[in-house]
Every structure is written in C-alpha cells, then in structure tokens.
C-alpha cells in the first residue's frame, strides 16, 4: 500500500509528499523538451512526461499503486480522484524509493493519462505555448508581450541562492518567492521582509522544485482565477485568499503561518 513517509515534506502537511518526481519533471521540461519543441509537434510532446514515466516505472525507479488512501493524498487530488470513480475511472498512485509522490495514473476506457494532482487535456492541444501554461515565468513574459501588468520578478535555479540574495538586495524588499512550475499554491512564501527569512523561503521551495520565481509582494490585491477552454471560452471568476490571518505578530525576519501560504496552511 502507497504509504507517505512523514520525514518527506514538512511544508506539505498533512500528507507530507515526496517532492523527488516533480524535481525530475522541471528539469525536463526546462532543459530537455525546449529542444524538442522546434522539432515535434505539440501532440507528441504532451505525451513526453508519459514516456519518462514509463522509462522510470521500467527500471523500477517508480511503482504504481492502486490502493492509496485518500487521507495520504492531495485534498484537491483526492476530490477528483473520488469524482473519477464515481464515473467508472480507475487511478492508481506513483511511488518511489522515498515514499509517495503527488503524481497519478487514470485510465479512460482504454486509455491511459498520468497526471500531478488535476489532469490537464494536453493530449489535445495544438498550440505548444499551452503546453508552457505551469511555467510561471513563460507566463509572465507572454502576458508583458500583450501589454498586461505583471509583478516585478526574476527566475533562479536552485544553485543560484546567492544570485537570488544580489537580486533581493539591488531590488529590495518585501518579496514573494514561489515555484516556477506548477500550481494549487504549495510552497508559495509572502511578505518576506528580510535577507535571512528570504534564505530560509530559498530553502523551502526548493524542497518542492529545483526553479523558483522571486517577485515583488504585493498587498491587498484582489485575487482572480481565468479560465480558457480550447483557446476560446473564457471564464474569470474571484479566488479565495490562500491564507488565514495567522501570525498576527509576524517576525519579519523569518517565516510565520501568515506568510506561508502552501496548502497545509490553507486547510487550517
């Protein structure tokens, strides 16, 4: 049985996932499937992340399981999941040498599709920006080309602490620091004051990713979700706050409750 490993991700309570496939996947995406892009078509290369699970799953580096309690995974994962089966879809969970990760398999009828957390429809895309969609920092450069405001901010690897740190201090405070890839808000730090909590926020996000985005903080915004089907229908509804007033009395130089607004923040 899919079993977490309560050493794996403190930041990720209280399913506590291993962090390992997703670090695997961003350099993927970032360093090898840019050079395909030029060359494969879109349709080809929204099935590149099944073919490295398989590679992985071949060499035994990951293990499927179909018998993962819901308790162990993601809460927005497991309101799908319990949806899915509802329909008649059958899912199983990935899990490596380190415990559980937050990535799953479904199979549709006769077809397979692996997903972290929700499922996207890239079987079906055509254009190869969408595939880019979890690149927070393809966004940013795309949404600046059409004249849109975005937030001041700059991309590092996780060797580049200390460029990070140059960049803070030419830049200034406060900062926002979250993962370059993905989304559901984990490991996302706010309100960062200092050069000692933005070191302990460096540390902390890269548990989750090897790639993470430095921006400015900016307060009392309004939050919104859009939504795009088929490159067509547009949705745009308010997002709930993901965070819940705690650590009123927030020491500026570290991280409190307030400014961590991961998931296991979100459920208090």
């Known amino acids: 049985m899919l079993q977490a490993n309560r050493k794996n991700c403190e930041d990720c309570l209280p399913y506590e ?8 996947s961003d350099i993927v995406e970032l360093l090898l499937t840019p050079i395909f892009r030029k060359f494969i078509s879109s349709k080809i290369l929204a099935r590149g ?3 490295v699970d398989n590679l992985l799953l071949a060499i035994n580096f990951f293990s499927l399981d179909k018998y993962f309690r819901l308790s162990e995974i993601n809460p927005t994962a497991a309101i799908f999941i ?3 089966k509802n329909r008649g879809i ?5 899990e490596n040498v380190l415990g559980y990760s937050d990535y799953f398999r479904m199979k549709v009828g006769k077809r397979y599709f692996d997903f972290e957390k929700l499922p996207r429809a890239e079987h079906t895309v055509k254009n190869k920006l969408a595939l880019q969609v979890d690149d927070k920092w393809v966004v940013k450069r795309e949404l600046t080309k059409a004249g849109l405001p975005v937030a001041e901010g700059k991309a590092f690897w996780w060797f580049q602490k200390n460029r990070a740190l140059r960049w803070a201090r030419f830049f200034g405070y406060p ?3 979250k993962p370059r890839r993905g989304s559901l808000s984990q490991h996302i730090y706010f309100d960062i004051q200092k050069e000692t909590g933005l070191e302990q926020a460096i540390k902390k996000v890269n ?3 090897p790639v993470f985005l430095l921006e400015r903080f900016l307060p009392n915004l309004s939050l919104f979700r859009v939504t795009v089907v088929d490159g067509e229908k547009t949705h745009l509804s308010p997002r709930a706050r993901l965070w819940n007033g705690l650590g009123a009395q927030n020491q500026r130089n570290s991280l409190s409750p307030q400014q961590d607004c991961s998931l296991a923040r979100r459920r208090n």
Not at 90 to 94: A, D, R, S
């Open 175 to 177: 900062l926002i620091i």
């Open 49 to 51: 992340e099944k073919i």
């Open 82 to 84: 319990v949806a899915g």
């Open 90 to 94: 059958e899912f199983q969970g990935f």
């Open 17 to 24: 996932p291993t962090h390992l496939q997703n670090w695997l």
């Open 207 to 209: 548990r989750y990713s």
